[in-house]
T-cell receptor
Framework: SQELEQSPQSLIVQEGKNLTINCTSS?????LYWYKQKYGEGLIFLMM?????EEKSHEKITAKLDEKKQQSSLHITASQPSHAGIYLC????????????FGTGTRLKVLA | EPEVTQTPSHQVTQMGQEVILRCVPISNHLYFYWYRQILGQKVEFLVS????????KSEIFDDQFSVERPDGSNFTLKIRSTKLEDSAMYFC?????????????FGPGTRLTVT
């Protein structure tokens, strides 16, 4: 079955620094979603990438999808304490399925 | 902005008891989902629901689980006889459509503690 692996598992950065989180799929990606989760809370949708090479930005967060590498990266520029949380990538299990799978999560801490 | 709501936020129950977790999806959404997240682990798909029937379910979703849309707004997850290992956060989600262009909106979750 398809697995989504994220790296790093955790990250501590100083406020103002840039950072990148990666999500790698073991199988073909049919689009990819990025979510943010605060500890013990629900998932907040960040971005959705549908096509290879696609890049999207929202405020200081940019995500890219590399279909050939079966990988997506999430980049945060000039990090702030408000960026702290757990970042999850998600994807459909297979094309046309209702079933989503999620990555292992990356826990981000931003030091003020 | 419309949102998915879930009740209760926290449920404590004894092993063997039945629990019903409730969700109100976004009103114009057609697809509904339940996920769970055991503490420190991945978010796991349980079931999807469309047109008043289960579309897909995972291996986790065994005979102890059932889902229902009892009226036009609520979507429930029932666990008939809870086990200790059912302790987790349960998330409800909804989406307008199945196509990739429509993201799933998640509720805040219900923390289920089985003692």
């Amino acid at each position: 079955s398809q697995e989504l692996e994220q790296s790093p598992q955790s990250l501590i950065v100083q406020e103002g620094k840039n950072l990148t989180i990666n999500c790698t799929s073991s199988k073909t990606l049919y689009g990819l979603y990025w979510y943010k989760q605060k500890y013990g809370e629900g998932l907040i949708f960040l971005m959705m990438l549908q096509k290879g090479g696609e890049e999207k930005s929202h405020e200081k967060i940019t995500a890219k999808l590399d279909e050939k590498k079966q990988q997506s990266s999430l980049h945060i520029t000039a990090s702030q304490p408000s960026h702290a949380g757990i970042y999850l990538c998600g994807a459909r299990h297979t094309s046309g399925t209702y079933k989503y799978i999620f990555g292992t999560g990356t826990r981000l801490k931003v030091l003020a | 902005e419309p949102e998915v709501t879930q009740t209760p936020s926290h449920q404590v129950t004894q092993m063997g008891q039945e629990v019903i977790l409730r969700c109100v999806p976004i009103s114009n959404h057609l697809y509904f989902y339940w996920y769970r997240q055991i503490l420190g682990q991945k978010v796991e798909f349980l079931v999807s629901f469309y047109n008043n029937e289960i579309s897909e379910k995972s291996e986790i979703f065994d005979d102890q689980f059932s889902v229902e849309r009892p009226d036009g707004s609520n979507f429930t997850l029932k666990i008939r006889s809870t086990k200790l290992e059912d302790s987790a956060m349960y998330f409800c989600a909804s989406s307008e459509a199945l196509r990739l262009a429509y993201e799933q909106y998640f509720g805040p979750g219900t923390r289920l503690t089985v003692t």
